[in-house]
């Protein structure tokens, strides 16, 4: 059963950066589409960004110029680099396929002071 794993999450003060990794165990990582979710208390998880390949990505709104996705398939990697963070951005960070395939990890819990 494949398995997600997070990391690099961290208390950051608004303005700062992150850099977010997700592994995910077996061998089907090129294979899909892959995204970063993010929730907060109380609220349902949210798409953050996704990616097809290198050329083809895709972001929400409220993280669009700041935020930048990328993949390594190789290391069955998926990275979420976090520019000029804001307040407003602190949850808990999980990957997943862009169809949310498997099951969700731990995530990883990003805290933005202002």
């Known amino acids: 059963q494949e398995r997600f794993v997070e990391s690099g999450g961290g208390l950051v003060h608004s303005g700062g950066s992150l850099t977010l990794s997700c592994v995910l165990s077996?061998?089907?990582?090129?294979?899909?589409?892959m995204a970063w979710y993010r929730q907060t208390p109380g609220k349902q998880r949210e798409l953050v960004a996704s990616i097809i390949s290198a050329s083809a990505t895709d972001y929400e709104r409220f993280v669009r110029g700041r935020f930048t996705i990328s993949r390594d398939d190789a290391e069955s990697t998926l990275y979420l680099q976090m520019n000029n963070l804001e307040p407003e951005d602190t949850a808990v960070y999980y990957c997943?396929?862009?169809?949310?395939?498997?099951?969700w990890g731990q995530g990883t819990q990003v805290t933005v002071s202002s």
């Open positions: 997943n396929t862009l169809s949310e395939l498997y099951a």
């Open positions: 077996g061998n089907t990582f090129n294979q899909y589409s």
